[in-house]
């Protein structure tokens, strides 16, 4: 499949008074065109940062994209000059924020926050802006678009909303859709509604999309691939039949097992212990070494090389390091 994202060796780090975050160490993910990718992990893990770092929205100061490349379509994102990428933003790549609320401005009409990217980025009349806003409401499933265009983000409900940022994210029919959290501030029924939409845009105009999420239950029907990140890095990569069925890194196993599920009769949820590391000063082995209950001597030393189980898993751990195995096997014969 044709690639039309991707991320090798990417370094952000954020400079404050206490120090340098390393926010993210060394990430590397490819997006397929057609495909959905989703990148999950606990809150902090880096998940946000890498979608930023992709848009070229991290703050300098005090972030810094430090090293790596972001190549779009064969384009290295990190070295075009500020113009060029701000002529990409919501025109080849668009961005669906956390919070549809604080992402929409509450002083202006819902017609004029959805056709000012249109506007600005291809010079159409107000008129043939005001058609194009109208399909998209549609597209979106919002009733009643005419009147709807006239008013303000509060007359909306939550779903609502979160619905008209994704319309003004596909106005200028993107190839890449970033949706960072789209479904965290909204209930399950709404969740479900809102992932279907994803499904029905993705079949009718065949954009590329990241989703963001701390919960793999949300992407289990609509992912093709999932990165699993924490710390900073991705640890796990694979189809989502392979990170559902076949997980092997030990934080990817522990998120399964803190999801509620309705074929299991079992009344509480397995949490995972202890706290992530201090980003500050972040292990130089695996990070996960101090929270995971098969951690060896060497996991706390040195980080683990990739693992390629096929063609579409890896994983970083030394679990899978035959030397590793072999030990394991000795142990437990003793």
Not at 250 to 269: C, F, I, N
Request: with cysteine.
């Amino acid at each position: 499949m044709e690639k039309i994202l991707e991320v090798n060796d990417l370094h952000v780090t954020f400079t404050t008074y206490g120090g340098t975050v390393k926010a993210v160490r060394g990430v590397n993910f490819h997006l397929n065109k057609g495909e959905t990718l989703a990148i999950v992990g606990e809150s902090g893990c880096g998940k946000s940062v890498t979608s930023n770092a992709i848009m070229r929205l991290i703050p300098d100061p005090p972030g810094k994209i430090s090293n790596g490349t972001i190549h779009f379509n064969g384009e290295d994102l990190t070295k075009i000059p500020e113009k060029e990428m701000r002529a990409k933003r919501g025109v080849d790549i668009s961005m669906i924020f956390q919070d549809p609320m604080t992402a929409l401005n509450p002083t202006i009409t819902i017609e004029s926050q959805l056709v000012e990217g249109l506007r600005q980025h291809h010079h159409v009349s107000r008129k043939d802006a005001r058609k194009k806003a109208l399909e998209m409401m549609d597209l979106v499933g919002i009733p009643n678009p005419r009147e709807r265009l006239k008013q303000y983000p509060h007359q909306f409900s939550g779903g609502m909303r979160q619905r008209i940022v994704i319309a003004i994210a596909l106005i200028c029919e993107p190839e890449l859709l970033i949706a960072d959290e789209p479904t965290t501030a909204l209930d399950v029924t709404i969740q479900a509604q809102i992932l279907e939409l994803f499904d029905k845009i993705q079949r009718q105009t065949g954009v590329s999309i990241i989703l963001i999420t701390h919960d793999l239950g949300v992407v289990a029907k609509i992912a093709d691939r999932i990165a699993v990140m924490y710390a900073g890095k991705v640890i796990e990569t694979g189809t989502r039949r392979e990170i559902f069925y076949n997980p092997e890194h030990p934080y990817t196993k522990g998120l399964l097992k803190s999801v509620p599920r309705l074929d299991l009769q079992e009344d509480k949820l397995t949490p995972i212990d202890g706290t992530p590391p201090d980003l500050f000063s972040p292990p130089q082995g695996c990070p996960f070494t101090a929270r995971c209950p098969f951690a060896m001597e060497v996991c706390d030393k040195v980080y683990p090389a990739m693992t390629e189980l096929s063609d579409s898993h890896k994983v970083n751990c030394w679990l899978q390091d035959e030397r590793a195995k072999q030990l394991l096997a000795e142990t437990a014969v003793k």
